[in-house]
């Protein structure tokens, strides 16, 4: 006797052409994967006002020089001393997310999709301003390197975060002059360096004797002058192989801008959140040089094959390869991509800095993945918001427009014009590191 079971008319589990069954779907959605973003809640807020351009300066007048010797009695003339002033300027940038639904899809869909999306601009918003701060802090000189290692490509697997190396830090901005937020300066740090943190001798010997609780729920707090926050929204580095993608130069093509030296970079672009995190080493092409009518063609990595894209840099300065040369040229190329470096591929001669103002991030080294913590204090950096245009979510609403006579779709967006800047780098420090925890 043959009988007829669920997989008899649902052979593929459901919501097939020949299946006879329907899917419930819960009411409660999954939750996202929280990022905590901090960046903008430790910034200097401050209003550009309308009609006043789009540019803003900060100034500061530095101190006077203390006179070194008794003035003379009697020296009706005295050297005078001329002021001096030094400004920092940020222009704003705006930023537009859209998401467009049809009439169908908000009246068919089990959940309702404009509350949905509201709350994922919503989202975005924070995050966007927490990676726009992290790339203007990630570009300022005020770097230091954990154990004493010279620079980025020097680190080693054994060079982390401790007690020593917050102390060098805190010892660095107290000698610059910066002031506390509060008791102590801020430190936020990812979730492997918080851990680097906790697992040192010296915080678990002062915690056990005073506020086991810290260890037992796994917090830092307040620690070694510092008033700890822990992101897990910030982007570690490490290096991509040589092997993983090419450089190569061939006869037919139609570069036209002499016999050149190039030296190419790539890094690696989180699709989702826009962090630079791998970098590669430059790379030249085994030939050296490129001649004209001759083409030079690099192939991103083949693997991950999506979620990433890749920017590339080529040196402005023939036959240099440091990272200050190496030029942005090209950004979201996708994996496994043949771009093509001549006339037909957009690039007839070595980038310009007016052109292509920004550079290549410093490589890894090979086997550590590196990870920046950021210290400062008060005033270390602002995030300035176009008055009248400050970053929000806009709600198009329901009914037929000039636009939409038939009322078939309902637009959500984020807009808003903002900036970050960097207004005192003595105030800040960017401690990289590798971790015993990755």
């Known amino acids: 006797m043959a009988n007829t079971t669920f997989s008899t008319l649902a052979p593929s589990g459901g919501l097939a052409t020949t299946d006879d069954v329907v899917r419930y779907i819960r009411d409660e959605l999954l939750s996202l994967a ?7 809640q430790q910034a200097l807020k401050v209003q550009l006002p309308q009609h006043n351009s789009k540019t803003i300066q900060f100034s500061r007048y530095p101190r006077l020089q203390l006179p070194r010797t008794p003035h003379t009695e009697g020296d009706a003339s005295p050297t005078a001393q001329a002021l001096s002033v030094e400004t920092v300027s940020a222009i704003v940038d705006q930023w537009v997310m859209v998401v467009s639904l049809t009439d169908l899809s908000v009246i068919t869909i089990k959940h309702p999709l404009v509350p949905i999306v509201t709350e994922r601009l919503g989202l975005a918003k924070a995050e966007l301003v927490d990676r726009e701060i992290q790339k203007v802090l990630l570009a300022a000189d005020a770097a230091a390197f954990a154990n004493s290692a010279a620079s980025r490509s020097a680190l080693t697997s054994s060079d982390t975060v401790n007690s020593v190396e917050m102390r060098k830090v805190w010892k660095t901005l107290k000698r610059n002059g910066a002031r506390p937020l509060g008791m102590n300066f801020l430190a936020i740090v990812d979730p492997e360096v918080s851990q680097d943190i906790s697992a040192d001798d010296l915080f678990h010997s002062a915690h056990e004797l005073k506020d086991v609780t810290a260890l037992y729920n796994n917090e830092i707090g307040e620690w070694m002058g510092f008033r700890v926050m822990v992101s897990n929204f910030i982007a570690t580095h490490a290096l991509i192989a040589d092997a993983d993608w090419t450089f190569t130069s061939a006869a037919t093509g139609s570069w036209a801008g002499g016999t050149k030296t190039l030296y190419a970079k790539i890094t690696k672009v989180e699709s989702d959140f826009g962090f630079e995190t791998d970098i590669s080493n430059p790379k030249v092409d085994a030939a050296a040089t490129i001649l004209d009518g001759e083409k030079l063609t690099l192939t991103t990595p083949t693997t991950p094959a999506t979620g990433v894209t890749y920017n590339i ?22 994996p496994a991509t043949a771009y093509r470096i001549d006339t037909t591929g957009g690039l007839t001669a070595l980038p310009t800095a007016a052109l292509n103002p920004v550079t290549a991030p410093a490589s890894p080294g090979t086997g550590v993945t590196v990870h920046t913590s950021f210290m400062f204090g008060k005033e ?25 006579p038939a009322d078939l779709t309902r637009p959500l ?8 800047v960097v207004l005192n780098e003595d105030y800040l420090r960017r401690l990289e590191s590798a971790s015993a925890f990755d």
Do not use: C, H
């Open 34 to 40: 929280e990022k905590n973003v901090v960046f903008g």
């Open 313 to 334: 840099y080529i040196n402005d300065t023939d036959n240099t390869s440091t990272d200050a040369v190496l030029r942005r040229v090209a950004t979201d190329v996708a």
């Open 380 to 404: 270390a950096y602002a995030m300035v918001d176009l008055s009248g245009d400050n970053l929000r979510v806009l709600i198009t609403p329901s009914g037929p427009s000039k636009s939409d």
């Open 413 to 420: 967006a984020l807009k808003g014009s903002f900036k970050a």
